[in-house]
């Protein structure tokens, strides 16, 4: 059974048809990437997906339970969710902010468990932020901030995790550092990347978007071809296969190195 399932979405908002007849599904340990140019309908169908926003019509279904009739508490076990990051005014500290995730397992009034504590410091450890984890969160960069919101995230251990952007305003450390995280989470994963070149490398299936229809979906160098990158990103660009690609990929059916992006359609 799929942890998440999704069929024949739609929304619409200000007369606009912003997300149109999706479906997918993502298994457990598995990375499903959201690519698209902006206004395309990344953000809006994950935020449907996740119940921030109410679809106008289709079923989102996470195990065998309906999306609407999941309680907030029965929701938070079953989905985490990051948001693209803004800068956070908040006087808590790292650790506090990342703690956050255990409440759905908390009783009224009940303090935190040893278990609690260990799964915050493996959530720190997990995105090297165990020397920062006493800062307050409005003093750190906008990169730690959004290690921070993925901690959280982690130490929620929801069976879901849904990522939008992630890695805006990380640096390239911690851009692949977390892309290899997601990957090899025991979870099923849904994430949102402008980033091609993280896209290929790091997803197990793509799925294309663009003016809100799922215009593509498979495994990454099915889906990234020259004819999908000029029609969707007007761009020229081929997928190129490294010699060594095939070892570095998880799959061995994962042959995606990089993009090579050809310079004279700019000149």
């Given at each position: 059974?799929?942890?998440?399932?999704?069929?024949?979405?739609?929304?619409?908002?200000?007369?606009?048809?912003?997300v149109q007849d999706v479906s997918f599904t993502v298994n457990s340990g598995e990375t499903l990437g959201l690519i698209g140019p902006n206004g395309s309908g990344k953000s809006s169908?994950?935020?449907?997906?996740?119940?921030i926003t109410r679809p106008d019509r289709g079923e989102i279904d996470y195990g065998d339970t309906p999306l609407r009739n999941l309680g907030a508490r029965a929701r938070a076990h079953h989905l985490?969710?990051?948001e693209q990051m803004h800068h956070s005014s908040s006087d808590m500290c790292v650790a506090d902010i990342v703690g956050l995730g255990r409440i759905p397992y908390r009783r009224?009034?009940?303090l935190?468990?040893?278990?609690?504590?260990?799964?915050?410091?493996?959530?720190?450890?997990?995105?090297?932020?165990?020397?920062?984890?006493?800062?307050v969160c409005r003093r750190l960069s906008g990169g730690e901030q959004q290690r921070a919101n993925i901690a959280r995230a982690l130490a929620q251990r929801a069976r879901v995790l849904m990522l939008?952007?992630?890695?805006?305003?990380?640096?390239?450390?911690?851009?692949?550092?977390?892309?290899?995280?997601?990957?090899?989470?025991?979870?099923?994963?849904?994430?949102?990347?402008?980033?091609?070149?993280?896209a290929a490398r790091y997803c197990d299936r793509?799925?294309?978007?663009?003016?809100?229809?799922?215009?593509?979906?498979?495994a990454p160098e099915v889906v990234l071809t020259p004819d999908l990158f000029d029609?969707?990103?007007?761009?020229?660009?081929?997928?190129?296969?490294?010699?060594?690609?095939k070892e570095k990929c998880r799959s061995p059916f994962r042959k995606c190195d990089l993009m090579t992006f050809k310079p004279e359609r700019f000149l």
């Open positions: 059974m799929s942890e998440l399932s999704v069929r024949n979405l739609g929304w619409s908002a200000g007369g606009r048809s912003l169908l994950l935020r449907c997906v996740a119940g985490a969710f990051v009224r009034m009940g935190f468990t040893a278990q609690d504590h260990a799964i915050v410091q493996a959530a720190l450890e997990t995105m090297d932020l165990t020397e920062l984890k006493d800062r939008d952007e992630p890695t805006n305003h990380l640096d390239v450390r911690h851009q692949i550092d977390v892309m290899r995280l997601v990957r090899d989470l025991p979870q099923a994963v849904v994430v949102c990347l402008h980033d091609l070149n993280l793509l799925i294309v978007m663009q003016a809100g229809r799922m215009v593509a979906h498979g029609k969707v990103f007007a761009i020229d660009a081929c997928l190129h296969v490294g010699p060594d690609a």
